[in-house]
């Protein structure tokens, strides 16, 4: 007889819905778990926090949905649900629409060319008979930077050595064609 009860306890047991986890739901402001947070997975009521912020979601589910008065409503995967703590941010903090104006418009490519070009390679300015720049001779950072560049520049010359490899040759050659159209229509446009 106890061998019967014990096997139809154990069967009702695994038949009943199983809770995955239970989730905490805070403000995102101030870190403070939230009560009365309504949650809806795919569509159907689960019910809402208790006064510790925590509400057990259901074992199977695609999306959920947290609302409350006040806060911003998120709607999550279920992945992003069972990382264990869900942040509401209040309404108050998040704009509708934020529109962006100018009063003049810069033209980005003249102020590049306008630019003084230096390169840490380029020689020093010549100096008259006689005259030696000792700082720049006692200069370490200088000279390492000066290093460290000719280094980066002859690494990049073998990057850009072509290769044998005719997918890689072809994609160079699309990129390089690319480019060449875009200088055209710059120059297209400089000339109107």
């Given amino acids: 007889m106890e061998k019967k009860i014990f096997l139809l306890i154990a069967i009702l047991t695994t038949a009943l819905p199983v809770d995955a986890q ?3 739901v805070c403000d995102g402001a101030t870190k403070f778990p939230l009560r009365d947070v309504l949650v809806t997975t795919d569509g159907h009521p689960v019910g809402s926090t208790n006064y510790l912020g925590l509400i057990s979601m259901p074992a ?3 999306t959920a949905t947290f609302k409350r008065k006040g806060f911003v409503p998120e709607k999550l995967s279920r992945q992003e ?3 264990d703590t869900i942040f509401l941010y209040p309404g108050e903090h998040y704009l509708n629409e934020v529109v962006v104006t100018a009063k003049r418009m810069v033209n980005g490519k003249e102020l590049l060319e306008k630019m003084p070009k230096r390169d840490i390679l ?3 300015p010549p100096h008259a008979m ?6 720049l001779m006692l200069d370490k950072r200088f000279r390492r930077d000066k290093e ?3 280094q980066t520049r002859k690494i990049f010359r073998k990057m850009d050595n072509p290769t044998n490899d005719p997918i890689i040759d072809a994609y160079l050659k699309t990129q390089q064609e690319k480019r060449d159209s875009v200088r055209n229509k710059d120059k297209e446009e400089e000339k109107k």
């Fill in 81 to 83: 649900v069972m990382s």
């Fill in 122 to 124: 380029d020689k020093a």
């Fill in 130 to 135: 006689g005259e030696f720049d000792l700082a």
């Fill in 22 to 24: 239970q989730v905490l």
């Fill in 60 to 62: 199977d589910f695609v």
């Fill in 148 to 150: 460290h560049v000719e």
